[in-house]
């Protein structure tokens, strides 16, 4: 829990929390327009009042006693984002057992609900017993103590051993609740509120009291008075406010509160709030995702798609959207297809589109992300921009009402970039093409580097790599789930409607849009180039799913030449390229031949999947492509291979 509590915003984190707890005997209501969650914690009535937006971290304001007694201030805060607790420890008197049951408490909100490991403390009148008992104890988990009235010396109040009117029956409950045996035993108690405030004043724990002057229930002179004289004089930081306007009634131990806001005020000036980043700063909206929700929450159905590279391909942020959106819409029947594959970017994801999503149908909502590999494996800006626009051209054609999220993440090579006041070329490509088409993004790699230099976390220690840790799994998640949460707070209308998203006018006329892929053995026209039906490496080198014991077809620099007849714009191979990949020689329509040398910088170790793009803005019409291999070869390279997976064209 305290882990997620670290990555999560607050918001989400209670959202987590609301559906990790629900059906644990929690009832909810509301308290003075707030969500309120009342439950049971050692036999002791419990209550948490929920804000609608909290702040970073969780701040609270903790109540002892009387939690329904001038609520103003609490209101003031909740609706600043501060949530409110109590729990009904009535007739314990701030005593061992109280603060046992106070302990249990504090351990289930933090840990169970997320809220800071600081809180502000609030007692009313007897109240003062407890919050200063509390204080005392763990100094370190205070960040500022306001008490309106309060009890500082129960000898005062119940015991009535001064000039107080005191309670007699309230003095008998006290002793019982400290177990003292006798009048002389509770005088001997040397633990009051006024006593022992030296570990308090060290932490500088700022202290705000409100009081009557004229209160004879819980005299100030022989409470509140001498505890801030006390604590003063020990260093500690204290201010008095007499409240002398209004109607002063039970004995002038009930008066108005005249500046709530000042409560309030002192509460959020001493309350350290995480000042972590706002997720939502690197988010660009939109068109937002309302065919989605609206399909989600009406239709009781979404399929949901997520295409990219390695980062996809990987659990993490994407279980966690998940788990979020089959928690958000609990009665919806969710299809998730997974389609990353480590290395692909945009143009292989144009033209495997079909074989991995879209082929078994439309989907609702998908997820894109190429911002890495678009870069990290040399595509061009045009490349860039025309497999984004063909991914999100073909999506719509296949369903113009598909809600689509483009994210951009991070490495070190993009974060470079935003240092020096740059935008990274990949990101402003993918940019172009979801401005338009009005599609929501998300700037992971720009919101991880100002995450990173605001010290909320380091890349080596905690992101770790461009394929992120757990830790930078999560930070991936919070964003994404940020945006999702904000697109999906929109009420509906009973006439709101799934609308077909405006299919603009192309960005490149040669945009990936029509890209799909030809099984390369199914046009093996020559004997020398081999048709394998389930090839596999015949070395311990590393392969992708979908490149081994697969149909594959196989040559080398003695396989002759092979021919590919084919109609579209755009026209290439995808191969694995191994350590023995070779050199191609190719050409299109007896035109003269080019050079394509398959070996990677990543292929030493690994039957890389690579698209090669042999040719591309070639006119309609019946076209023919020839490939041979040379006898050269890379020097790095252990042969002169060429296997190819699938041709792909644009058709």
């Known amino acids: 829990m305290h882990y997620l509590h670290r990555v999560l915003s607050p918001f989400l984190f209670c959202l987590f929390i609301y559906f990790h707890t629900s059906g644990q005997n929690e009832v909810q209501s509301e308290w003075k327009g707030f969500k309120r969650l009342d439950f049971q914690l050692k036999q002791r009535e419990c209550r948490l009042v929920l804000p609608p937006k909290p702040l970073p971290g969780n701040p609270w304001v903790w109540r002892a006693r009387f939690p329904d007694w001038h609520t103003e ?210 988010h660009t909206s939109r068109s937002g995702l309302k065919n989605a929700q609206i399909t989600f929450e009406r239709l009781k159905r979404g399929r949901v798609a997520f295409l990219g590279g390695s980062i996809t391909h990987n659990h993490g942020w994407r279980d966690s959207v998940m788990w979020y959106l089959k928690k958000r819409f609990p009665e919806t029947d969710f299809e998730f297809i997974a389609a990353g594959i480590p290395s692909m970017g945009t143009t292989p994801a144009a033209f495997r589109l079909h074989r991995d999503i879209l082929g078994t149908g439309p989907v609702d909502l998908l997820f894109e992300e190429a911002a890495v590999n678009d870069a990290t494996n040399g595509r061009s800006d045009t490349e860039q921009v025309r497999g984004m626009e063909g991914i999100v051209r073909n999506v719509r054609q296949s369903n113009p009402s598909t809600d689509i999220v483009i994210m951009h993440f991070v490495d070190p090579d993009k974060m470079s970039d935003y240092r020096q006041g740059i935008v990274p070329a990949v990101i402003r490509n993918h940019e172009k093409v979801a401005q338009h088409y009005n599609i929501p993004t998300i700037n992971l790699a720009k919101e991880v580097t100002e995450r990173i230099d605001n010290k909320e976390f380091t890349w080596e220690d905690d992101f770790k790599n461009l394929h992120p840790s757990p830790f930078g799994q999560q930070v991936y998640a919070r964003s994404m789930i940020t945006l999702l949460e904000n697109a999906f707070s929109g009420h509906l209308d009973p006439d709101d409607k799934i609308t077909a998203h405006v299919q603009q006018p192309k960005i490149d006329p040669y945009s990936y849009d029509n890209g799909s892929l030809i099984e390369a053995v199914s046009i093996n026209n020559t004997k020398k180039w081999r048709s394998e039906p389930n090839w596999e490496p015949s070395t311990k080198v590393g392969t992708r799913p979908n490149y081994t014991n697969i149909p594959m077809l196989i040559g080398d620099n003695n396989s002759g030449i092979l021919t590919f007849k084919f109609s579209g714009e755009s026209v290439g191979i995808a191969v694995a390229a191994g350590p023995d990949a070779g050199i191609i020689e190719y050409r299109l329509d007896k035109g003269e031949w080019k050079e394509q040398d398959l070996f990677t910088k990543w292929s030493k170790h690994l039957h890389l999947p690579w698209y090669f793009t042999l040719s591309s803005e070639l006119p309609s019409g019946e076209h023919k492509l020839e490939i041979r291999l040379k006898e050269e070869k890379n020097s790095e390279s252990t042969g002169n291979m060429c296997r190819i997976r699938y041709f792909y064209t644009d058709n």
């Open 73 to 282: 201030a609490d209101s003031i805060l909740l609706s600043e984002g501060f949530h409110v607790a109590y729990i009904n420890t009535n007739n314990e008197f701030g005593s061992p057992t109280a603060m046992s049951a106070w302990d249990a408490f504090y351990s289930h909100l933090t840990s169970q609900y997320g809220l800071s490991e600081k809180v502000a403390l609030a007692g009313v009148s007897r109240g003062g017993l407890f919050v200063y008992s509390w204080a005392k104890l763990h100094p370190e988990r205070v960040s500022c103590i306001y008490a309106e009235a309060p009890v500082c010396n129960f000898k005062s109040w119940p015991g009535g051993q001064f000039s107080g009117v005191g309670s007699e029956n309230d003095w008998v409950r006290l002793k019982e609740a400290y177990g003292f045996a006798s009048d002389k035993e509770a005088g001997q108690y040397l633990n009051n509120p006024i006593e022992n405030l030296e570990k308090l004043a060290d932490a500088k724990i700022p202290v705000l009291h409100m009081i009557g002057l004229n209160d004879k229930i819980v005299p100030p002179s022989e409470n509140t008075m001498v505890l801030v004289d006390r604590y003063i004089g020990l260093g500690g930081p204290a201010s008095v406010v007499p409240c002398t306007k209004g109607i002063q009634k039970l004995n002038g131990h009930h008066f108005p509160i005249e500046t709530p806001r000042l409560v309030a005020d002192f509460i959020k000036y001493n309350t350290e709030i995480d000042r972590k980043l706002d997720a939502s700063n690197y």
